[in-house]
């Protein structure tokens, strides 16, 4: 079945530091990728994705490629802010057919509790 | 325009009760879907619904757990004879199908069974 690792946290960094949050996956097909961000008090919201193989995500300075041959989709900032604190979540969507719907549920990682301090 | 509400935020409830989850989704989006974030087990699938059927109830973790949708629009999640295991946050999400796979997320329920 589909899975998603990700990198255990919690990650905590300064402000202005280089920021990377690790996610493989396994699955069947070709999925497409995701990072979700979870701010404290708020719903999930997607922060970024990648549909095919080699392409790049990025929002609010934050990026990350889908890299097929490593099954690989790790997120990347080059200056974090306070700001950014949160949890982050890695997932995928693989096409599947239910009732001659196709349609794509989400499997999550385990999540990453980001800190920034100032 | 409104995003997806969920009702109650949190709820307390003693174990052995039945509890009732609400999820109103983005007005027009036909698809919708229930997880479930808890310690230890991350966030994982319940089930999906296309308009008012749930062609993949593969999540849901017992039969104590059901759900439905009416008029295309609003999702009501309930748990028979709540479990302390049960104690989680309860998300819901939509999208506009057609093609277009984005999930939309509420904010939640805290369900807390003591």
């Known amino acids: 079945g589909n899975s998603v690792t990700q990198m255990e946290g919690p990650v905590t960094l300064s402000e202005e530091a280089f920021l990377t949050i690790n996610c493989t996956y396994t699955?069947?097909?070709?999925?497409?990728l995701f990072w979700y961000v979870q701010y404290p008090g708020e719903g999930l919201q997607l922060l970024l994705k990648a549909t095919k193989a080699d392409d790049k995500g990025s929002n609010k300075g934050f990026e990350a490629t889908y890299r097929k041959e490593t099954t690989s989709f790790h997120l990347e900032k080059g200056s974090v802010q306070v700001s950014d604190s949160a949890v982050y979540f890695c997932a995928l969507r693989s096409s599947a057919n239910a009732g001659g719907t196709s349609y794509g549920k989400l499997t999550f990682g385990q999540g990453t509790i980001l800190t920034v301090h100032p | 325009g409104a995003g997806v509400s969920q009702s109650p935020s949190n709820k307390v409830t003693e174990k052995g009760k039945d509890v009732e989850l609400r999820c109103d989704p983005i007005?027009?989006?036909?698809?919708l879907y229930w997880y479930r974030q808890s310690l230890g087990q991350g966030l994982e699938f319940l089930i999906y619904f296309q308009g008012n059927s749930a062609p993949d109830k593969s999540g849901l973790p017992s039969d104590r757990f059901s759900a439905e949708r009416t008029g295309g629009s609003v999702s009501t999640l309930t748990i028979q004879r709540t479990q302390q295991e049960d104690s989680a946050v309860y998300l819901c999400?939509?999208?506009?199908?057609?093609?277009?796979?984005?999930?939309?997320f509420g904010p939640g329920t805290r369900l807390t069974v003591t």
């Open positions: 699955a069947t097909g070709y999925p497409s």
């Open positions: 999400a939509s999208t506009p199908g057609r093609g277009s796979y984005e999930q939309y």
């Open positions: 007005s027009g989006h036909t698809a």
